[in-house]
């Protein structure tokens, strides 16, 4: 059963405590995308990768968020300091990058900064 | 002007209705356009996607896409409370690049 896999599940820290949040795309994907979901803003689009490429990561904070894949299997997303207004559920998505372009998504990171 | 647009919602039906869910998008360059439901704390799945204008048929679901009104939109027959979720609009951005834009969401209430 082929999907995308993300940890931590869930994830309580403090404010300016760092964060990092994993996803194991779908063997063989090789597009990913890290999206950030709220009740105000919905789904917004972090960054994506292509063949472990970033192609776009102009929606995300630069100075304390960064987006890595290193290697095919895996990408993170830090956050460096983490800050109250970071909460929120992280969704990490994968698709082939090729043909329609749909994007298959992970269960999300629920984060919490207190 | 957002790129991908949606009425919030709720939209309520009664069982055995016909919903019908509207998107509009700002890029004419768009090509794929994509439809997800997301239920209450649970990740988004895909339903179907379209990229021809017309309507394309997938069981009690019907996408259709009209380009030259940048307008997208997904009926679904015979509603049943279980197609109480939110439906997320998705659009591939400028140039095909695969950057998959989305919309805020419409809540779709189904009463039995």
């Known amino acids: 059963d082929a999907r995308v896999t993300q940890t931590p599940r869930d994830k309580v820290t403090e404010m300016g405590q760092e964060v990092t949040m994993r996803c194991q795309p779908i063997l063989g994907h090789n597009t990913v995308f890290w999206y950030r979901q709220t009740m105000m803003q919905g789904l917004e689009l972090l960054a994506y990768?292509?063949?472990?490429?970033?192609?776009?990561d102009s929606g995300m904070p630069k100075d304390r968020f960064s987006a890595e894949m290193p290697d095919a299997t895996l990408a993170t997303l830090k956050i460096q300091p983490s800050e109250p207004r970071d909460s929120a559920v992280y969704f990490c998505?994968?698709?082939?990058?090729?043909?329609?372009?749909?994007?298959?998504f992970g269960q999300g990171t629920r984060l919490t900064v207190v | 002007q957002k790129e991908v647009e949606q009425n919030s919602g709720p939209l309520s039906v009664p069982e055995g209705a016909i919903a019908s869910l509207n998107c509009t998008y700002s890029d004419r360059g768009s090509q794929s356009f994509f439809w997800y439901r997301q239920y209450s704390g649970k990740s988004p799945e895909l339903i179907m996607f379209i990229y021809s204008n017309g309507d394309k048929e997938d069981g009690r679901f019907t996408a259709q896409l009209n380009k030259a009104s940048q307008y997208v939109s997904l009926l679904i027959r015979d509603s049943q409370p279980s197609d109480s979720a939110t439906y997320l609009c998705a659009v591939n951005g400028a140039g095909n690049t695969g950057k998959l834009i989305f919309g805020q969401g419409t809540t779709l209430q189904v009463k039995p």
């Open positions: 998505a994968s698709g082939l990058g090729q043909g329609a372009f749909e994007a298959f």
């Open positions: 990768f292509r063949n472990r490429a970033p192609l776009d």
